[in-house]
């Protein structure tokens, strides 16, 4: 069975965020994730991560302007000084949180020029994976459709990869999200057993409302099975929005540490 990480963004959202820790252990789950902790200081984070007892799998570097849409910094020209900080910043709080693996959102590149986006995100990916490896971390890029996020500079599993050659650091890896892929490329099954030797972290939830993974069009207790028969050792975040309740939804949870 896969080791399944609660996304407390996403998921117990009936308590306040620091409250989320203790929900998602009560629940079963030994890790969880977020999209960012920058709200708390990095040792509030932590002391409420520790009580609860379980592992931090990932979190995102800083979006930039969130609230005025920006979804990443890392492919926007001209925003390079902010999106150092940001690596610094989120390297403070991985250290704090005993986090292994940081996701550099790429982010909504507007009317920039497709090559200075590219270039721009290709050093900035290099610079975070240095300044990651240097503090015993790593790094993951995550394709996102253009539904949920219009504009997005990255796309696809193939693109990613490419991406990933260009840079070519052994701490620099794919973010598997197959609620994304299912979506912007389909063919889960063949395409994650091809990718599974760059992925560093994985994440469902079903398509196509994003609820629960017992819900929608993918048949995830295959592909369940399918990372265990691969030997796939990471965690797979549940980056879904529960339909009716966090806890009232689980029974997909139930079932899959059942079987």
């Given at each position: ?58 979190f995102n570097l800083a ?121 912007s490329e389909g063919d ?70 059942a079987g």
């Amino acid at each position: 069975m896969p080791r399944f990480a609660a996304n407390l963004s996403m998921m117990f959202t009936e308590h306040p965020f620091l409250d989320r820790f203790q929900a998602a252990a009560d629940a079963g789950f030994t890790a969880v994730e977020f999209l960012f902790p920058y709200d708390h200081p990095p040792e509030i984070v932590a002391k409420w991560r520790e009580a609860a007892g379980v592992h931090q799998a990932l979190f995102n570097l800083a979006p930039g302007n969130w609230d005025g849409g920006e979804r990443g910094l890392a492919s926007l020209p001209g925003r390079e000084a902010e999106f150092e900080a940001s690596v610094t910043q989120a390297l403070d709080y991985a250290d704090a949180l005993d986090c292994p693996l940081l996701h550099v959102m790429a982010g909504i590149p507007g009317n920039a020029p497709a090559e200075a986006a590219t270039a721009t995100y290709r050093r900035n990916l290099t610079l975070a994976a240095d300044r990651a490896a240097a503090r015993g971390r790593s790094i993951c890029i995550e394709p996102i459709n253009a539904r949920d996020m219009p504009g997005f500079f990255l796309r696809t599993t193939t693109e990613a990869i490419a991406h990933l050659d260009d840079v070519a650091r052994p701490n620099a890896h794919l973010q598997l999200d197959l609620y994304h892929c299912q979506i912007s490329e389909g063919d889960l099954a063949k395409r994650t057993a091809a990718l599974l030797p760059r992925v560093a972290h994985v994440q469902i939830a079903g398509v196509p409302e994003r609820h629960e993974p017992s819900l929608g069009e993918i048949n995830y207790p295959y592909l369940f099975a399918l990372l265990d028969r691969l030997g796939y050792d990471g965690w797979v975040g549940c980056e879904y929005r529960p339909e009716a309740g966090t806890v009232e939804g689980l029974g997909w949870f139930a079932a899959a540490q059942a079987g």
